[in-house]
Nanobody, 121 residues
Framework: QVQLVESGGGLVQAGGSLRLSCAVS????????MGWFRQAPGKEREFVAR????????YYADSVKGRFTISRDNAKNTVYLQMNSLKPEDTAVYYC??????????????WGQGTQVTVSS
């Protein structure tokens, strides 16, 4: 079992920044690929970014590339999503996830409860 607890969401103006955190606990979580997803009202949940805990290698959705940065802190067992140059279309509930990557597909096994990010224009 892996437990994920997100924090750091809130209201920010367009062009601003926020940093989301995901506290991770449980057995062998260091073997997982950690990721962030988001779901806007009326839309499907979509992939944002992922990081391999063991190596730190990252992968981003095109919509956030160059604006968002995913990272992990081994000492604090925490995954971060630094979001810069935020746009109103980034408004969504952001979810932390843990899973594995096979080929080009990211299989998620565990989810956090989500944290709301609202970007005003």
């Amino acid at each position: 079992q892996v437990q994920l607890v997100e924090s750091g969401g809130g209201l920010v103006q367009a062009g601003g920044s926020l940093r989301l955190s995901c506290a991770v606990s449980g057995r062998t979580f260091s073997t997982y690929v950690m990721g962030w997803f988001r779901q806007a009202p009326g839309k499907e949940r979509e992939f944002v970014a992922r990081v391999r805990w063991s190596s730190g290698s990252t992968y981003y959705a095109d919509s956030v590339k160059g604006r968002f940065t995913i990272s992990r802190d081994n000492a604090k067992n925490t995954v971060y999503l630094q979001m810069n140059s935020l746009k109103p279309e980034d408004t969504a509930v952001y979810y932390c996830a843990a899973g594995s990557v096979r080929g080009s597909y990211y299989y998620t096994q565990y989810w956090g409860q989500g944290t709301q990010v609202t970007v005003s224009s």
